[in-house]
């Protein structure tokens, strides 16, 4: 214990206490490394908030190398200073490097800056996803189909970039699907990662078409290996959902004049024409049942539900 209070005490009392202060101050050089510092210790996250820091940092360690080369002159400061600022200049080139290697098609860098930027998602975190579905942006012309009722597999999960989807069922039309939504939602929701189905309902270009698809299985190693990713596809695919069925929620209705309201089961709006009445519980028991894309029976001008 007493040679550990004379190693300290060696170590404070090495050097002697400042009796009298330097009277003129550094040169402007010292002072121009300290602004440096003090701005460069502001920079914020992300890519360009890194290049900021170690930018400002680096001229910060560069103006310290330079007052201890030319005022201090000695060679330890200068040294460590020296060695500092290369690192920040590395780590500057390597960030920017970064930068590059995520640079995007336009078509991806509109689908970020309107669908993915404004959820807060870092450029690293979309490079994955776009990775994932190798960076391809896949054409549709005019009146092909998509899918094809009873035939199509359920396969991948496609976001519609460009264009408009009509989808039906039988013959009978259901709803379009825009830019920005998921072409099959509601068939990729319906189904668990061991699952396997068919389409429902016919997806038919309407004009020419761009969309997104990520394949199942390489989606679902995406999700394994990135728990945030997974999420924001849940909440992604789940307000997916929830905008076609409130959009749809107008074409339900039941007899004597009542429109049917999906969110609200037990109430009614008096809104349309007479129909022929049909009972609350059967409807409810449609409601639980069917499919996303169903057309239930026993209700009127119902187009579809997207019911879990």
């Given at each position: 214990m007493?040679?550990?209070?004379?190693?300290?005490?060696s170590?404070?009392y090495?050097h002697?206490?400042?009796?009298?202060?330097?009277?003129?101050?550094?040169?402007?050089i010292?002072?121009?490394?300290?602004?440096?510092?003090v701005?460069?210790?502001?920079?914020?996250s992300?890519f360009?908030?890194?290049?900021?820091?170690?930018s400002?940092?680096?001229l910060g360690?560069?103006?310290?190398?330079?007052?201890?080369w030319l005022?201090?002159?000695?060679?330890?400061?200068?040294?460590?200073?020296?060695?500092?600022?290369?690192?920040?200049?590395?780590?500057?080139?390597?960030v920017?490097y970064?930068?590059r290697s995520?640079?995007?098609?336009?078509?991806?860098q509109?689908?970020?800056?309107?669908?993915?930027?404004?959820?807060g998602?870092?450029?690293?975190?979309?490079?994955?996803?776009?990775?994932?579905c190798?960076?391809?942006?896949?054409?549709?012309?005019k009146e092909h189909?998509?899918?094809?009722?009873?035939k199509?597999?359920?396969?991948?999960?496609s976001l519609?970039?460009?264009?408009?989807?009509?989808v039906?069922?039988d013959?009978?039309?259901?709803?379009?699907?825009?830019?920005?939504?998921?072409?099959?939602?509601?068939e990729w929701?319906?189904?668990r990662?061991?699952?396997?189905?068919?389409?429902q309902?016919?997806?038919?270009?309407?004009?020419d078409c761009?969309?997104v698809?990520?394949r199942?299985?390489?989606?679902?190693?995406?999700?394994?290996k990135?728990?945030?990713i997974?999420?924001?596809?849940?909440i992604?695919?789940?307000?997916?959902i929830?905008?076609?069925?409130y959009?749809?929620?107008?074409?339900?209705?039941?007899?004597?004049?009542?429109?049917?309201?999906?969110?609200?089961?037990?109430?009614y709006?008096?809104?349309?024409?007479?129909?022929?009445?049909?009972?609350?519980?059967q409807?409810?028991?449609?409601?639980?049942r069917?499919?996303?894309?169903?057309?239930?029976?026993?209700?009127?001008?119902?187009?579809?539900?997207?019911a879990?």
């Amino acid at each position: 214990m007493g040679e550990n209070a004379s190693f300290w005490e060696s170590l404070i009392y090495a050097h002697p206490t400042c009796t009298t202060w330097k009277q003129e101050a550094e040169g402007s050089i010292y002072h121009l490394a300290s602004i440096f510092f003090v701005v460069g210790f502001m920079g914020g996250s992300g890519f360009f908030g890194l290049l900021y820091v170690f930018s400002l940092l680096g001229l910060g360690f560069l103006c310290s190398s330079v007052w201890a080369w030319l005022d201090v002159c000695a060679a330890d400061i200068f040294s460590w200073n020296f060695v500092l600022f290369v690192i920040c200049f590395v780590q500057f080139v390597y960030v920017t490097y970064q930068v590059r290697s995520v640079a995007f098609d336009k078509e991806f860098q509109e689908l970020y800056s309107a669908l993915f930027q404004p959820l807060g998602i870092s450029l690293t975190v979309y490079r994955k996803i776009v990775l994932c579905c190798d960076a391809e942006v896949i054409t549709l012309e005019k009146e092909h189909c998509y899918a094809m009722q009873g035939k199509t597999p359920i396969d991948k999960l496609s976001l519609l970039v460009s264009g408009r989807i009509r989808v039906t069922v039988d013959g009978e039309f259901l709803h379009y699907i825009f830019p920005l939504q998921f072409l099959d939602s509601p068939e990729w929701d319906s189904l668990r990662p061991t699952e396997e189905g068919i389409f429902q309902v016919t997806l038919t270009a309407e004009t020419d078409c761009r969309y997104v698809a990520w394949r199942r299985k390489k989606l679902y190693l995406l999700f394994a290996k990135h728990r945030f990713i997974s999420r924001l596809f849940s909440i992604l695919i789940g307000s997916d959902i929830a905008e076609k069925l409130y959009a749809l929620n107008d074409r339900v209705h039941v007899g004597q004049g009542f429109r049917y309201d999906i969110r609200l089961p037990n109430f009614y709006h008096v809104a349309l024409p007479e129909t022929p009445p049909v009972q609350p519980s059967q409807l409810s028991h449609h409601l639980q049942r069917g499919s996303p894309r169903r057309k239930p029976t026993g209700v009127t001008n119902c187009s579809s539900f997207l019911a879990p």
